[in-house]
Nanobody, 124 residues
C-alpha cells in the first residue's frame, strides 16, 4: 500500500510561482511512475505532468509546457511540481498520482494511488 501526502499550494498572483510536493510512503516509490493532475471547478480532471520511475523521462500538458517542471527525489520518496509564470487558468485542485511499475508515463485510467489534493489559486 502506498500513501501520497501532498503539501504546498495556496494563493498567489498571476506571474508568481509555487511548488507542490508529494511524499510517498512505502517501498515501491522508486518503482512507480508519478504524475500530477488538476481539476478546476466545473471541469474534468486533466493531466498536468508525469515523470518516469527513474526520473529520466518527463511529460507535460501543452498548457503548462515551459512553465511547470516535474521532478523526483527517490531517496526522499518525494515528487515535486515547480510551477512558474502562473496564470489564473491554472487555478484548480492539484492531485499527485502514482502508477506502480517501471513505467515511463501515467494516465488517469491507470493511476493506482492518489494524493489528497491541494488547492492552487491564482489571482489576476
Amino acid at each position: 500500500q502506498v500513501q501520497l501526502v501532498q503539501s504546498g499550494g495556496g494563493l498567489v498572483q498571476a506571474g508568481g510561482s509555487l511548488r507542490l510536493s508529494c511524499a510517498a510512503s512505502g517501498r515501491t516509490f522508486s518503482n512507480a511512475a508519478m504524475g500530477w493532475f488538476r481539476q478546476a471547478t466545473g471541469k474534468e480532471r486533466e493531466f498536468v505532468a508525469a515523470i518516469s520511475s527513474s526520473g529520466e523521462s518527463t511529460y507535460y500538458a501543452d498548457s503548462v509546457k515551459g512553465r511547470f517542471t516535474i521532478s523526483r527525489d527517490n531517496a526522499k520518496n518525494t515528487v515535486y511540481l515547480q510551477m512558474n509564470s502562473l496564470k489564473p487558468e491554472d487555478t484548480a485542485v492539484y492531485y499527485c498520482a502514482a502508477r506502480r511499475g517501471n513505467y515511463a508515463y501515467i494516465q488517469e485510467k491507470n493511476v493506482d494511488y492518489w494524493g489528497q489534493g491541494t488547492q492552487v489559486t491564482i489571482s489576476s
